[in-house]
């Protein structure tokens, strides 16, 4: 089985929706998945996510299955911090949030890193959330995670293709997740842009048990195949 991850693309937040070379890059990235076949479609029920998934979703005449679990607005919730100024922002992007990531105690408890007394009790609950869900949606097609041991128990093999189209706060939380990595460790290294598609492979085998990989991650192949601005989030040229 194949997941691919997608962000939306360029986007307008408010309303919420994407701007015309976020368009752009939604044909884009549906040309690129519908030529390696697609079975099921899934989204964040925001706009500019649907708005992106909508071209993949035309061209192979397949629905889109909202999963209001990957909303960013919950992440937005839970995986943020309000600074002394009364500023809100991600927690990967604070400075005295991404100190304290680093520091030996945390990178200790690994996976309940969330359980130090300096981080609110909402982050915990929206590492539950996420756990729960995560788990829940891969069990649903075939894979039952052991999170003790970080392995996935094979209930069915499958060759599917799957495509999620959601976000990049939410992102982080969901890698974190499926790969059992501590989000602290994989929030401050890792970042996605704009309508960029990552490959998680759990792979066909005899065996009982297997560990998902990342084949790419935040892939924009699809936005220099159609001549678009190849651009980290309109910024940096990559």
């Not at 884009?28 to 697609?38: D, F, M, P, T, Y």
Request: charged fraction near 25%; charge should be neutral; aromatic fraction near 12%.
């Amino acid at each position: 089985m194949l997941i691919y991850y997608i962000r939306h693309g360029d986007p307008i937040y408010n309303p919420d929706s994407l701007t015309p070379l976020g368009k752009r890059q939604a044909e884009a990235v549906g040309k690129r998945l519908a030529q390696h076949g697609i079975d099921e479609i899934y989204s964040s029920p925001s706009i500019r996510a649907l708005e992106t998934a909508t071209p993949l979703s035309e061209m192979l005449k397949k629905p889109i299955t909202t999963l209001d679990w990957c909303n960013e607005h919950l992440a937005w919730q839970e995986f943020t911090i309000t600074n002394k100024d009364g500023g809100i922002n991600w927690m990967f992007w604070d400075h005295k949030v991404r100190e304290k990531f680093t520091e030996k105690s945390i990178l200790d408890l690994r996976n309940d890193w969330y359980k130090d007394p300096f981080f609110d009790k909402k982050v915990g609950e929206g590492v539950n959330r996420v756990n729960t869900e995560v788990d829940n949606f891969i069990k649903g097609l075939g894979y039952n995670h052991d999170r003790e041991r970080g392995v996935y128990k094979v209930e069915n093999h499958n060759e599917k293709r799957i495509a999620i189209f959601a976000h990049q706060g939410f992102s982080m939380i969901f890698f974190s997740s499926i790969l059992d990595i501590p989000y602290p460790i994989f929030s401050t290294r890792f970042d996605i842009s704009h309508s960029c598609v990552s490959a998680i492979h759990f792979p066909v085998s005899s065996r009982s048990e297997i560990i998902p990989k990342i084949l790419q991650y935040s892939n924009d192949s699809h936005i220099y195949k159609e001549g678009l601005p190849t651009r980290y989030n309109n910024g940096m040229h990559i």
